[in-house]
C-alpha cells in the first residue's frame, strides 16, 4: 500500500476524532468538542497526515511547539488496520525534519513503559528525565 506523508497536509476535525477514539480507545468527539483543524493552526509548528491510496486518513501525529526551539511530539496515531508497517516510524521522521527545518532544536515525547520499543528503538529518542502532574 502507497502511504503518503504530508507535513502540514490536509486535516478535518471528523477524520482526527475518529481516528483518535479508534487509536486511544476514547468515546468519539465531535468538531464542536475537539476541533483540530482550529487547534492544530493556532498551537502547533506543524503535524504530519498519512494518507493512504484512497485519501482515508491512517495516520497522524501533531507537533506543538514553544515559537523558537522546543518542539513536542503529541499524539502519535495509526490506525489499527495498518499497524506494524512502518507508518508511526515515517510519521515521526517527517515531524523531526519538520521541527529541525524550522529551526528547533529540541524535539520532545512523553510514552509509556510498553511504548519504549517505538520511540527509542525505532524512532531514536534518547532517554532523559522528564516530569509530569496529572491535572
Ligand atoms: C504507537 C503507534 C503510533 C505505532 O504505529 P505503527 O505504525 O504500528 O509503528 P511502526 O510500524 O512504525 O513500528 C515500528 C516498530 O516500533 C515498535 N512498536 C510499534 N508499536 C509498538 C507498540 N504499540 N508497542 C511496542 N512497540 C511498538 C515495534 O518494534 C515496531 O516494529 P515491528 O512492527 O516489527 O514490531 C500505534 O501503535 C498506535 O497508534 N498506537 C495507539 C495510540 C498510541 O498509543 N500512541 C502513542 C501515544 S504516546
Known sequence: MRISYGWR???SSRELNAL???AFETR???EAEWNWTAMCEQH???WVAARNEDDK???FVNVPWDGLVHAWIQDTMVADAVRHQGIGARLIAVAVEGARSAGCEWLHVDFDDDLRPFYFGTCGFT???AGLIAL
Open 44 to 46: 502547533s509548528l506543524g
Open 28 to 30: 468519539l468527539f465531535d
Open 9 to 11: 497536509g490536509d486535516i
Open 20 to 22: 483518535h477514539a479508534e
Open 127 to 129: 532517554p532523559t528525565n
Open 57 to 59: 486518513l491512517v495516520g
